[in-house]
């Protein structure tokens, strides 16, 4: 696609379930990124994708949240057992190789645990 | 872990020249600088980014000086959609994220 598609844009869940955040990156973009930005803060790195390469997990906050990319596109981050603290802005960003190339990043899946 | 010092907020009159400063002291030399903006409610936007040569692109200007130890990013005519944050970022080559630190807040006044 034209750029990078997040879904869904927001979602408001119970404490205690499960979310699925989806990221679809640029068409042939080998590199994709997940970051979260609490209100007010700055972006915090969460994991890492490069080809078929094994992921750079070192962000990832606690066992609670995993990700995958399948087929070398599209990502999913999973948060299980959802806590307040987990509300976020999550955004997923793609380059076209691990680099100098400047990153694009989707408008981000705005997440609220009530 | 931030490599980069930059002032929390700023203002700058429509039209005018936004000057944006950015301490990097410890750059190494194969570290590149990257300027990103966030609008709000929106995902970074890659603005440009430089390694020793003073770069220019149709969004802005990025002035590096001479030792790297600082650069400026320059909008050359501001406008209220200039408003922002604007962060510079210090990237060492094969790393496997960017570091976004706290940035500048740029507003832009009519």
């Known amino acids: 696609g034209a750029g990078v598609s997040q879904s869904p844009s927001n979602k408001v869940t119970e404490k205690g379930k499960d979310v699925e955040l989806r990221c679809d990156p640029i068409?042939?973009?080998?590199?994709l990124y997940w970051y979260r930005q609490s209100l007010g803060q700055g972006l915090e790195f969460l994991i890492y994708f490069q080809g078929n390469s094994a992921p750079d997990k070192s962000g990832l906050p606690s066992d609670r949240f995993s990700a995958e990319r399948t087929g070398g596109s599209v990502s999913t981050l999973t948060i299980q057992r959802t806590q307040q603290e987990d509300s976020a802005v999550y955004l997923c960003?793609?380059?076209?190789?691990?680099?100098?190339?400047?990153?694009?990043f989707g408008s981000g899946t705005r997440l609220t645990v009530v | 872990d931030a490599k980069t010092t930059q002032p929390t907020s700023m203002d700058c009159a429509e039209g005018r020249a936004a000057n944006l400063p950015c301490n990097h002291s410890t750059i190494s030399g194969n570290e590149y600088v990257y300027w990103y903006r966030q609008i709000h409610s929106q995902g970074p936007q890659y603005i440009i980014h430089?390694?020793?040569n003073n770069e220019t692109n149709e969004m802005a200007s990025l002035i590096i000086t001479e030792d790297r130890k600082s650069s400026t990013l320059i909008l050359p005519h501001a406008t209220l959609r200039d408003t922002a944050v604007y962060y510079c970022i210090v990237y060492q080559t094969g790393a496997n994220n960017l570091f976004f630190g706290t940035g500048t807040r740029l507003t832009v006044i009519p």
């Open positions: 960003a793609s380059s076209l190789t691990k680099g100098t190339h400047g990153y694009t």
């Open positions: 430089g390694l020793k």
């Open positions: 068409s042939g973009h080998t590199a």
